[in-house]
């Protein structure tokens, strides 16, 4: 059984460990108590800028400060008569007092910073593309690496307030409306206004996205009178941009953000901050909104810090909020407040396991850095999680059923299945039952009114299925594998028509694995190397080169040894006999293979790739990787309900 709970990120107290003999007790959960109160700087905070992983503030004086994961303050050389500044994940630009703007490149390899000729600028905009707001309310564009020389937006004046989230940057205007556009082409042109949208004087821009040439965006705003309404812009490239309702947050929460003055998205996170007289109101992914305690005299906002009235900084959430905590690993690390784990599951966000005696738990997401229980679920033999941006888990029941979060309400769905013996997660998911017959389901249709599930006939001998629709592959006992299409076809009234798998036999030796991502599919074979088929697009076939062509079977160039195998988003990695773990074929590693993990790192089952999990032979939980947004689960990254100071700041 599964309740909706997801447990609380915020309770400091770790969920007790599983008693298992054998088992290594949970790792317990340090539990930081930073302060609220601090004595006023002596050079005042005048305006504050954070990310994903940085924080800025420029002081009074003009010199810029800035923390990062390890909450270690240090200033920014070489500018001290900054009046502005907007920080992205790559760039960080500047409004300085007389000399236009700054850009500075913020990356792993940084560039010499790059002048910027704006006339009279006041605020600045670092994004795609970037821009700053004139004396004259008008508005400058440019390219940092690519058309540095700014280029005046004709047609839009009057502009008052800059925002955006890499897939559209939007201009309000002092009439209330707003303009975006979509282009790297800064021509005047690529500016357009949004119907539907009036009467605003203050907004946000949040998550989005983009589907080749089609994209989406969330978005709120203050209108005149206090009320704060939300909206979905969507749009094709180029073309008109339309506005649409958001579904979220509900209606009760906007209603706790009357009289904002200033609101705050962030592209990364669903949730929503409002400054409201001094007191910071968030509305977090759920839709419930509170009123963050001891803070009353905030006078800006991002989506998790503020400045106070008196100049310092405090911060909340469990981000970049100047508390150290571990950026990476290059090694796993043990998870926080878990332990008997049986199964994990490596989402692009969360990550989910299931102990032994049954219990779910899940730890990142921006949500929380240790593992937390899910109310109420006892039942559970093993989880699945695809590699799409749907960050939803399926669970294998003890009792053979499967049990799915929904994509839209979070809510535990029972699929209506019986006796499954193996669950795929793709981009969407595939049942095995016992008897061998198949069932199929797109994941963002979980909970879904139009639900539909689709049955495919048994395979005859399969005992292990991977893959999807257009491309499936199957090994029998004898490790022979076939791969084909799964004889399916998208019917009109809402469902897929399967007939029999066209299946073919593949020429390699017996395998004792695959892995299917997309339509390129490996095999870990008896002897320990790693055959792969298919596309090559980002060098998936591990053979040094990328490229269109549709190949047959062959060798990763120069792998042996190799014990597991698993398909990433693109690529594949292989976890070989001395416990290291190599991958290839993503778009970060292009056509090298790369060793991700040294020798000795695994002893046991792992999931992911770059970012991953393996399951230790003592039953423990361990990660590696980035620890965005808590993903570790190392209990290095607190949520912190509570506002609190900055050190430093």
């Known amino acids: 059984m599964l309740c909706a709970c997801r447990g609380s990120a915020s309770t400091p107290a770790a969920p007790p460990p599983t008693a298992d003999a054998g088992s290594a007790a949970a790792p317990a959960l340090p539990i930081p108590k930073p302060a609220f109160e601090g004595p006023p700087p002596a050079d005042p905070v005048a305006a504050l800028e954070t990310t994903a992983t940085l924080g800025c503030v420029v002081r009074a004086s003009g010199h810029v400060d800035c923390w990062d994961r390890s909450g270690e303050v240090t200033r920014v050389p070489d500018l001290d008569d900054v009046v502005a500044l907007h920080d992205s994940t790559y760039e960080r630009c500047v409004v300085r007092r007389a000399s236009g703007v700054t850009c500075l490149d913020t990356g792993n390899d940084p560039e010499p910073p790059v002048h910027i000729a704006v006339k009279d600028p006041i605020a600045v905009y670092s994004g795609y593309p970037s821009c700053a707001i004139r004396a004259d309310h008008r508005v400058a564009c440019w390219d940092r690496e ?169 911060c909340w959430g469990g981000r970049a909020n100047g508390q150290p905590y571990l950026a990476s690993s290059a090694k796993p690390v043990p998870v926080v407040g878990v332990a008997g784990v049986t199964s994990i599951a490596v989402g692009k966000h969360e990550t989910w396991a299931v102990t032994r005696d049954g219990r779910a738990v899940h730890w990142g997401g921006f949500a929380t850095g240790w593992a937390v229980s899910m109310t109420d679920s006892h039942d559970l033999a093993s989880v699945q999680i695809g590699p799409s941006t749907i960050d939803e888990p399926c669970f294998v029941r003890k009792t053979g059923g499967v049990t799915c979060l929904s994509y839209r309400t979070h809510q535990p769905t029972d699929m209506g299945v019986a006796h499954v013996v193996e669950l795929v997660a793709g981009d969407d998911y595939l049942a095995r039952q016992v008897d061998g017959a198949l069932r199929y389901w797109m994941n963002i249709e979980i909970g879904e009114p139009d639900f539909a599930m689709t049955e495919l006939p048994a395979i005859p001998g399969a005992v292990e299925i991977e893959g999807h629709l257009a491309m499936l592959c199957t090994r029998d006992d004898f490790g022979r594998v076939q791969c084909g299409d799964s004889g399916c076809a998208w019917d009109k009234p809402g469902h897929w028509k399967c007939g029999a798998p066209k299946l073919a036999r593949i020429a390699i030796d017996p395998a004792r694995e695959l892995a299917v991502n997309h339509y390129t599919a490996c095999a870990r074979l008896a002897s320990g190397e790693v055959w792969c088929w298919g596309h090559n697009e980002f060098g998936e076939l591990g053979r040094g080169s990328a490229d269109k062509n549709v190949s047959p079977p062959g060798p990763v160039t120069g792998l042996a040894h190799a014990t597991g195998l698993r398909a990433t988003d693109p690529g594949f990695c292989a976890s070989l006999a001395d416990g290291s773990l190599t991958c290839w074929g993503t778009r970060e590693l292009a056509k090298q293979r790369t060793q991700m993990l040294p020798p000795g790192s695994l002893d046991g089952p792992w999931f992911g790739g770059a970012d991953g999990c393996t399951i230790r032979r003592d039953g423990l939980a361990a990660c590696w990787g980035d620890n965005k947004g808590g993903r570790l689960g190392d209990g290095s990254i607190v949520k912190l309900d509570s506002p609190a100071a900055v050190p430093g700041l």
């Open 146 to 314: 690519h058309a540095p020389k700014p280029r005046l937006a004709a047609k839009l004046r009057g502009v008052v307030g800059l925002a955006g989230n890499g897939y559209l940057t939007c201009a309000l205007r002092v009439d209330g409306h707003l303009s975006c556009t979509d282009e790297l082409d800064l021509a005047p042109t690529a500016w357009r206004e949004v119907a539907d949208l009036s009467r605003m004087h203050a907004f946000a821009i949040g998550d989005g996205g983009a589907d080749n040439d089609d994209f989406y965006t969330n978005g709120c705003a203050v209108l005149d009178g206090g009320d704060v309404q939300c909206f979905a812009l969507a749009g094709h490239a180029g073309k008109a941009i339309r506005a649409g309702t958001g579904d979220y947050p509900p209606p009760a929460a906007l209603a706790a953000l009357h009289g904002a003055t200033a609101l705050a998205m962030d592209p990364d996170v669903h949730g929503l901050v409002a400054l409201v007289g001094g007191h910071v109101v968030v509305v977090d992914a759920d839709g419930a909104a509170r009123t963050l305690p001891d803070l009353a005299d905030a006078t800006a906002i991002t989506f998790d810090c503020a400045v106070r009235a008196q100049g310092s900084v405090v």
